[in-house]
């Protein structure tokens, strides 16, 4: 009875540390979404106090010649990421799914680069619905939210932590 007990305990603690960032040097935290175009730079320190880094905003859809973008972004402090982030700068109505689109497929490659588990299927839906969700994955967290910017553009953003 107590071996079962024990291994079950073993197994629930292995799940949920499972979901706590996987990538533990700037080096790892700079450069996992190489292959969608957002490559971060070099892990800095900010003028701000804060550590990071940040890859240059990619327009979303190039071959529409859209004018809406999306970058990624790491931070931390002491060397050591503790957050990352998707950002889509949506600039017009005619962006917007291809806004998500982009955003819903780099937070999936995201998600187990950075987390080592896939992105739960409602975090999709809410992207796609533009509405703010916050899921617990084991130990960490993906919340998305949309905020409204000038006039008629807005922000759809992705945090892990």
């Known amino acids: 009875m107590y071996p079962r ?34 490559r971060a730079g ?8 804060k550590q990071g880094c940040r890859s240059a905003a990619r327009v979303i859809a190039s071959d529409r010649n859209g004018t809406s973008t999306i970058a990624y972004s790491a931070e931390g402090e002491d060397g050591i990421p503790n957050r990352v982030m998707l950002v889509a700068d949506v600039h017009s109505p005619a962006d917007a799914e291809w806004a998500r689109r982009d955003l819903i497929k780099a937070a999936k490659r995201l998600s187990v680069r950075v987390l080592g588990l896939s992105m739960p299927h409602s975090l999709d839906e809410a992207i796609i619905k533009e509405k703010y969700a916050r899921l617990f994955v084991g130990s960490g967290s993906i919340t998305f939210d949309r905020t409204p910017t000038i006039k008629g553009r807005y922000t759809l953003t992705v945090v892990m932590e």
């Open 5 to 38: 007990i024990i291994a079950v305990l073993a197994f629930a603690v292995s799940l949920d540390c499972a979901a706590q960032l996987q990538v533990s040097s700037p080096v790892q935290a700079c450069s996992p979404l190489v292959d969608t175009q957002l």
């Open 42 to 49: 070099e892990w800095t320190q900010y003028p701000d106090g």
